[in-house]
Antibody, heavy 123, light 107 residues
């Protein structure tokens, strides 16, 4: 059974940094692209970043480009998101999400989601 | 960036009704569209991928289609468990984008 467990969410002040982690199990982690998707309270889904199976393709939403960094460690079956220069509008539940495909050319359907980790940015 | 215009934003329907939700991309995206269901307090669940392929375990009353440049999610006969929010998504090119969501409520 696929399991994705996020950690690292916290209450932080604006302009500070945070690192989110996602531990994956139950599937061939190094065969799949991975993503971070966020959802602000009461709002819709917003894709944040994606990374291909071998880290050869990395993409970001315009709203986080140059502030957030996605990475993965296939040996540790882990996905990460480094969040820098945090803003109040970054407040959201951050989901770690598995892609159906390796993502070398394009991403595909997102078929497994973690429960999310909450990031709150406030002074 | 590719925009996904989803309509309607909300919909009121009864058990047994046939319901259709539409997404219009701002440019051609082949069949790289997925549909998700999210119930309150739960994580999103993949229903349809590649525009019309039903994800394993999803009831057959859900279907997806493409007509011209538009994409449609249809629920053939609404069940009580189907009242939720639905999102379309394109993965044709990064950044991946979602529609604004359709909240399906009980009439």
């Amino acid at each position: 059974e696929v399991e994705l467990v996020e950690s690292g969410g916290d209450l932080v002040q604006p302009d500070r940094s945070l690192r989110l982690s996602c531990a994956a199990s139950g599937f061939a982690f190094d065969d799949c692209a991975m993503h971070w998707v966020r959802q602000a309270p009461g709002k819709g889904l917003e894709w944040v970043a994606g990374i291909s199976w071998n880290s050869g393709k990395i993409d970001y939403a315009d709203s986080v480009k140059d502030r957030f960094t996605i990475s993965r460690d296939n040996a540790k079956r882990s996905l990460y998101l480094q969040l820098n220069s945090l803003r109040p509008e970054d407040t959201a539940l951050y989901y770690c999400v598995k892609d159906m495909h390796p993502g070398s050319v394009r991403y595909f359907g997102l078929d497994s989601w973690g429960q999310g980790t909450l990031v709150t940015v406030s002074s | 960036d590719i925009q996904m215009t989803q309509s309607p934003s909300s919909l009121s329907a009864s058990v047994g009704d046939r319901v259709t939700i539409t997404c219009r991309p701002s440019q051609l995206i082949n069949v790289y569209v997925s549909w998700y269901q999210q119930k309150p307090g739960q994580v999103p669940n993949l229903l349809i991928y590649a525009a019309s392929t039903l994800q394993s375990g999803v009831p057959s009353r859900f279907s997806g289609s493409k007509s011209g440049a538009n994409f449609t999610l249809t629920i053939s006969s609404l069940q009580p468990d189907d009242f939720a929010t639905y999102y379309c998504q394109q993965t044709y090119s990064a950044p991946i984008t979602f529609g604004q969501g359709t909240r399906l409520e009980i009439k």
